[in-house]
């Protein structure tokens, strides 16, 4: 093996990557070759000191690919991730306190008394709760009864005060409607009999007239004969 | 889980499958990545757009088993796109402001190797970040041979299979990749001390 061909089977041996009898050729050649050991020795070194240049994180994250899965394939996801022991283990205990927390929040309280806050939630209302409120719809029913009623009544009054009060209105009305008729027609009477009257003198005057037109017009034509 | 396992579930269906394969590519990927772009903008960037081409032609891969090789090669070839952008558009990465010569420079500066823990992890940050700038002057076939094979732990006929070359010319380029750097690093003045010190 010549100083030549040597460079590749160097770096095969360098990276550990040289079949046994190659490499025995390869160290009896180094032996009595310096230029070839100095060469193997410096090789040796640079890769040593490449070693110090350590790897380094990404910090950065790449790609997420996700698709729009449904609820329940994540849910099954989670199963087979978290096994069917454990999920059921801490799933129950878990469901069981979310119902009684929403059981619980339908009955929750929230107190004022005296300066001081009490907060207080339970899964039945309480029975003095269930009276009162009883009570108070009971109360409440009989109420609207009374003013459903006393409503009743009002708009009744109301309506036979509102009748009396035009047929009221109304005879008043008729009643001031025939004085007015009335005077109306001693008024029209009245003055009917003054012109009358004056008729009667001015056909007395025109009468009269006449009387001494035809007197006068017969003398006038009895003289010319004469 | 296998990766093959979880491609199985993905072309079933099964989304989460697909996560699961990005959160256990990620990392090496970024590092991957990282390391032969050196910036970490970019590497985000080619880190996402390989996860999507991999979710989007994942169907397509007809060997599962070939897995590690077909998303290394998504990536790379999105690194060469990158490069060839950036060149074609004179785009400089902010963190490469710094001039080579300064770079270089400073990798003399090694700190001593047995300091405290504060002290440590900025010694940590130092040295990574001169083998950083180290690795990237190398030419690309080599730089991205170097880095699969020191990095990624990948075989010879892994790396062979992803850049479709013969498994010789793998070893070669590997072989002057470790030479070159060593060259930069003793011509950026870092002294035999302090690189024994290292070592």
């Known amino acids: 093996m010549n100083c030549k061909d040597i460079k590749e089977n160097l770096v095969s041996m360098l990276y550990g990557e040289l079949e046994p009898d190659k490499a025995k050729q390869i160290q009896s050649h180094l032996k009595t070759c310096s230029s070839c050991r100095q060469t193997y020795k410096e090789l040796k070194e640079t890769v040593k000191l490449l070693e110090r240049w350590k790897d380094e994180n990404p910090e950065v994250n790449f790609l997420f690919v996700t698709e729009p899965a449904s609820i329940w394939k994540k849910w099954g996801e989670k199963i087979r991730q978290f096994g069917w022991k454990t999920c059921l283990a801490l799933g129950i205990p878990m469901a069981a306190v979310a119902i009684l927390l929403f059981l619980a929040i339908l009955n929750f309280r929230i107190h004022y008394n005296n300066g001081e806050w009490n907060l207080s939630f339970s899964l039945i209302p309480r029975k003095e709760e269930i009276d009162q409120k009883n009570e108070f719809t009971k109360a409440l029913t009989e109420l609207q009864k009374e003013t459903l009623l006393l409503t009743s009544r009002m708009i009744k009054e109301s309506e036979y005060r509102q009748k009396q009060t035009f047929a009221l209105t109304l005879s008043q009305f008729a009643q001031n409607l025939e004085k007015q008729r009335q005077r109306d027609l001693a008024l029209i009477e009245h003055t009917l009999q003054g012109l009358n009257l004056s008729t009667e003198g001015k056909f007395a005057q025109t009468n009269k007239v006449l009387a001494d037109l035809i007197y006068l017009t017969s003398y006038t034509m009895e003289k010319p004969n004469q | ?199």
């Open chain 2, 1 to 199: 889980m296998t990766d093959k396992k979880l491609i199985e579930l993905f072309l079933k269906g099964d989304i989460t499958a697909f996560n699961r394969l990005v959160w256990c590519w990620e990392k090496p990927l970024f590092n991957f990545v990282y390391r032969i772009v050196g910036n970490k903008e970019t590497t985000k960037d080619i880190c996402q757009m390989t996860f999507i081409r991999m979710f989007k032609q994942l169907k397509k891969l007809r060997d599962p088993e070939k897995f590690s090789s077909w998303i290394y090669r998504i990536a790379l070839n999105l690194c060469r796109d990158e490069f060839k952008k950036k060149r074609n558009n004179h785009i400089v990465y902010l963190d490469e402001l710094l001039s080579d010569e300064e770079s270089i420079n400073s990798i003399g500066q090694l700190p001593d190797k047995n300091s405290k823990t504060p002290e440590e992890t900025y010694h940590q940050k130092q040295i990574s970040e001169l083998l950083k700038r180290a690795i990237l002057l190398l030419p690309e076939e080599q730089k991205v041979v170097l880095i699969m094979k020191q990095y990624q732990g990948l075989k010879f006929t892994e790396i062979a299979e992803i850049l479709k070359e013969p498994l010789s010319t793998i070893k070669s380029r590997l072989y002057y990749g470790l030479r070159s750097l060593r060259k930069i690093l003793e011509e950026s003045k870092l002294n035999e001390e302090a690189l024994s010190n290292e070592l």
